[in-house]
């Protein structure tokens, strides 16, 4: 099946730093690429919807200026967490649809920030 | 407006078992609805999906699921569980038969003891 990696797989960083997360679809090229965000023992909520070449679209109570997604390719969506501090800590997964006729969502394993 | 509620923090089978994990869904338009597992530190891996054509849906690994209207309901079941379905599982609803913008439950700890 269509496969989707993340990098880092997980990231330490300083409180006030930032921190960018890649998500590629290594096989497939992908219009549109989502960001989940999961706390500990918890679900996977919804953060944005990335399209290519184009602004991404931010669920209700996310902060745009905080989490910032470039989709500058078909393969490519990126995540950056602006000053991070120790709340933003968390598990971040992106997906990624392929489109077509077998429209399916691929998801990639999940980058773990801490942030001390 | 579309919500997944999970019955169940957690489930707890013996091996051999039969797996059941409860997945009820409000939607306000015909909902596509997914089961998906996860693995510790992990990502999350289709496990099976709805998307009106049956309502019984076979999945990978020995799951299938039912989609009843009636009771809004996608619960998940395995005839024998085995050790290694030990895993979280998710109940997501979509109005997209991609899975797109995704609404998942609360997830399910399923522990499958010897």
């Known amino acids: 099946g269509a496969v989707v990696s993340q990098h880092p797989s997980w990231v330490i960083c300083k409180s006030g730093t930032s921190v960018k997360i890649e998500c590629r679809s290594l096989?497939?090229?992908?219009?549109?690429m989502f960001w989940y965000r999961q706390f500990p023992k918890q679900s996977l909520m919804l953060m944005a919807t990335?399209?290519?070449?184009?602004?991404?679209?931010?669920e209700q109570g996310v902060e745009k200026d905080k989490f910032l997604i470039n989709h500058a390719s078909l393969t490519l969506s990126t995540l950056t967490v602006t000053s991070a501090h120790p709340e933003d800590s968390s598990f971040y997964i992106c997906?990624?649809?392929?489109?077509?006729?077998?429209?399916?969502?691929?998801f990639g394993p999940g980058t773990r920030l801490t942030v001390l | 407006a579309q919500s997944v509620t999970q019955l169940g923090s957690h489930v707890s089978v013996s091996e051999g078992a039969l797996v059941l994990l409860r997945c009820n869904y409000s939607?306000?338009?015909?909902?596509?609805l997914f089961w998906y597992v996860q693995y510790p530190n992990q990502g999350l891996q289709l496990l099976l999906k709805?998307?009106?054509?049956?309502?019984l849906v076979k999945g990978i690994n020995g799951f299938e699921a039912e989609f009843k209207k009636s009771e809004t309901s996608f619960h998940l079941t395995k005839p024998s569980a085995h050790m290694s379905d030990a895993a979280e599982y998710f109940c997501?609803?979509?109005?997209?038969?991609?899975?797109?913008?995704?609404?998942f439950g609360e997830g399910t700890q399923l522990t499958v003891n010897p």
């Open positions: 997906s990624a649809r392929t489109g077509g006729k077998t429209d399916t969502q691929y």
């Open positions: 096989d497939f090229q992908a219009t549109t």
């Open positions: 990335s399209n290519e070449g184009s602004k991404a679209t931010y």
């Open positions: 939607s306000s338009v015909p909902p596509y």
């Open positions: 709805y998307t009106s054509a049956a309502t």
């Open positions: 997501a609803v979509s109005q997209e038969t991609s899975g797109s913008r995704l609404t």
